[in-house]
C-alpha cells in the first residue's frame, strides 16, 4: 500500500501526500477500499487526525457511498474531529446519495452499539431538514434510549435547526432538563435557546438550583440570550426616527 501516513510528517512530505491523496481519491482506486477501511481505523484509534482526514478524503472519493458505513463507524470510535472535516466528507456523501445515507442512518439507529445510535441521530437530524416532520419522532424516541449519550445527542438536534419551532421537539427538551444524567441536562438546557417564551424561561430559572455547576452556567446564558431576544424589538424602535 502506497499511502502510510503520520501526523508528524515534515511540510514538504506533507504536500507531496496531498498531492497522492487527491490522485487516490477517484473511484479507480476503488479496489483499495478494504485497506482504506483497515487504515481509517487505525489512525482513529491512534488519534491522529491529519492522516485520518486524509485516508477519510481517498475512501469517500473512491468508493463513495459504499464508503459510509466505515465513515459512520469512524465518527463512533473518533475522539478528535477538531476540525469537523470528518463530518464534511460524510455530509457530501449524504447529499450525494440520500438513499443509501438514509439506509445507512436507519441501521445506525437501530444498531445495538450505543455509539452507532448516537452517530445515527446526529445522520438523521443533518440528512434532509425539509423531512423532519416524517423522522422527527425517531430523534424523540432517541431521547428516551437507555444510553446517556445517546439522548444527549437527541437533544442537541432537537435544539438544532431540524428541531427548532416543532412543539414535539420542545416537548422532548423541556422534559429532558430533569434527565439523570448531568450530560443530557447540559445539552437539553444548550437546546431550550432555540425557544422564547414564559414557559422556558420558567423552566430555565429553575436550573439555577441544579447541582451540576455547567447546567447552571448555561441556563444563566440562554436565559440572558432570551431577554436580550425580548428586548431587541423596543431597541429597534427606539432608534427610529421620531417624525416616522
Known amino acids: 500500500m ?9 511540510p514538504g512530505r506533507r504536500r507531496r501526500t496531498a498531492g497522492l491523496v487527491e490522485q487516490l481519491a477517484r ?14 481505523h487505525r ?9 485520518r482526514d486524509q485516508i477519510a478524503r481517498v475512501l469517500a472519493g473512491a468508493c463513495e457511498s459504499a464508503a459510509l458505513p466505515a465513515l459512520l463507524r469512524a465518527l463512533v470510535e ?6 469537523g472535516t470528518l463530518q464534511r466528507d460524510v455530509l457530501k ?5 440520500p438513499t443509501e445515507a438514509m439506509e445507512q442512518v436507519m ?16 445522520g438523521l437530524s443533518a440528512l434532509d431538514w425539509s423531512q423532519r416532520d416524517e423522522y422527527i419522532e425517531l430523534v424523540v424516541e432517541a431521547g428516551s434510549d437507555v444510553d446517556s449519550s445517546v439522548r444527549s445527542e437527541a437533544m442537541s438536534a432537537l435544539g438544532s435547526v431540524f428541531g427548532a419551532g416543532h412543539p414535539r421537539a420542545r416537548e422532548a427538551v ?7 444524567d448531568p450530560e443530557v441536562r447540559r445539552s437539553a438546557v444548550e437546546a431550550l435557546r432555540s425557544w422564547s417564551d414564559d414557559e ?3 423552566l430555565l430559572l429553575t436550573c439555577a438550583d441544579d447541582p451540576d455547576s455547567w447546567v447552571r452556567s448555561q441556563a444563566a446564558r440562554a436565559l440572558a440570550g432570551i431577554r436580550r431576544r425580548e428586548r431587541a424589538p423596543r431597541h429597534l424602535l427606539d432608534a427610529l426616527p421620531h417624525e416616522l
Not at 502506497?2 to 515534515?10: A, F, I, N, P, T
Not at 439507529?109 to 452517530?119: C, I, P, T
Open 43 to 51: 489512525y482513529v484509534a491512534a488519534d491522529d487526525s491529519v492522516a
Open 78 to 83: 473518533d475522539r478528535n474531529d477538531d476540525g
Open 2 to 10: 502506497v499511502l502510510q501516513l503520520d501526523g508528524d510528517q515534515d
Open 27 to 40: 473511484p479507480a482506486a476503488r479496489f483499495l477500499q478494504p485497506r482504506l477501511e483497515e487504515l481509517l
Open 200 to 202: 422556558t424561561e420558567a
Open 107 to 122: 441501521s445506525c439507529l437501530a444498531a445495538e452499539d450505543a455509539g452507532l445510535r448516537r452517530v445515527g441521530v446526529w
Open 93 to 97: 456523501l449524504f447529499r450525494g446519495s
Open 174 to 180: 423541556m422534559a429532558a432538563v430533569r434527565d439523570v
